[in-house]
């Protein structure tokens, strides 16, 4: 038992070993993150959206709407790094480009972080393998059994990690906008009797808004001084009330005196 325990054990470091050397070969060496964004006006949306669909890489998400007088379309795709100018020169050459602008990131630091990391836990595996080598009791090899366990973990998070940082640099982001041109403007003429009648009307209409904008500005300053001269009014019959009123008394007072 304690040989087939000790076989197993070995068998595990060394897929460990062989899956970190074998990770570490493929890493690229350009780390940069792509995502290009770019907008193109067309002669016809519909044709565009048909020579986009045939590029090189995977639609990832498309919305394409069609108008009585246009269209337009939007697609979020990732291609490979190999036909990335490729497919931005064929890009540019559908039509008039209305802006274009393309954002990095420089995964480089992090590569070497993690390969390093893994590195590391590629050594503590050659050591855990070493102990078995030299061990002779079941304890030992179950101690080792639990580190290599934790390190086999540990080695699963990093190259997913660099295998997502690996599919991240191999295949930029492209974010594309087409939109067909505006419909060209159509000028009719008119006869001159026509043009004479559609003359007066618009004559008419604007002496109606102008007429319209001096009532509501007469009204306006009208308004202010209706208020006031109204309690003007107000105040002057209570006052001539409040001077009546004590003339009356007044007058009352005197009959009193006088007999």
């Known amino acids: 038992m304690r040989f087939l325990k000790r076989i197993s054990l070995f068998v595990l470091a060394a897929l460990l070993l062989a899956g970190s050397v074998s990770l570490q070969a493929s890493s690229p060496a350009d780390s940069q993150r792509r995502e290009f964004n770019i907008g193109i006006v067309v002669d016809c949306a519909e044709e565009a959206s048909e020579i986009i669909h045939g590029l090189s890489g995977h639609n990832l998400s498309s919305t394409v709407f069609f108008y009585e007088h246009g269209g337009s379309a939007h697609f979020r795709r990732r291609v490979d790094i190999d036909f990335y100018d490729q497919v931005l020169n064929t890009l540019r050459s559908l039509g008039d480009v209305h802006y274009e602008n393309e954002s990095t990131i420089n995964m480089a630091a992090e590569m070497l972080d993690l390969q390093a990391r893994l590195t590391a836990n590629g050594d503590e595996i050659a050591r855990l393998t070493a102990i078995m080598a030299d061990s002779a009791t079941l304890d ?93 009014a107000l105040g002057w019959i209570a006052t001539r009330r409040v ?15 006088a007999s």
């Open 140 to 232: 030992v090899l179950i101690a080792v059994e639990g580190r290599l366990s934790q390190a086999a973990w540990q080695r699963d998070l990093l190259m997913g990690r660099i295998n997502q940082i690996n599919n991240t640099t191999a295949y930029p982001y492209l974010n594309i906008n087409v939109w067909e041109h505006p419909p060209e403007p159509v000028l009719i003429a008119l006869p001159f009797a026509d043009r004479l009648g559609q003359s007066f009307v618009d004559s008419a209409i604007n002496l109606t808004v102008l007429a319209g904008d001096f009532l509501v500005l007469l009204a306006s300053v009208a308004i202010p001084f209706a208020l006031i001269g109204g309690l003007a």
């Open 243 to 257: 001077k009546k009123h004590f003339a009356h008394k007044e007058a009352e007072a005197e009959e009193e005196d």
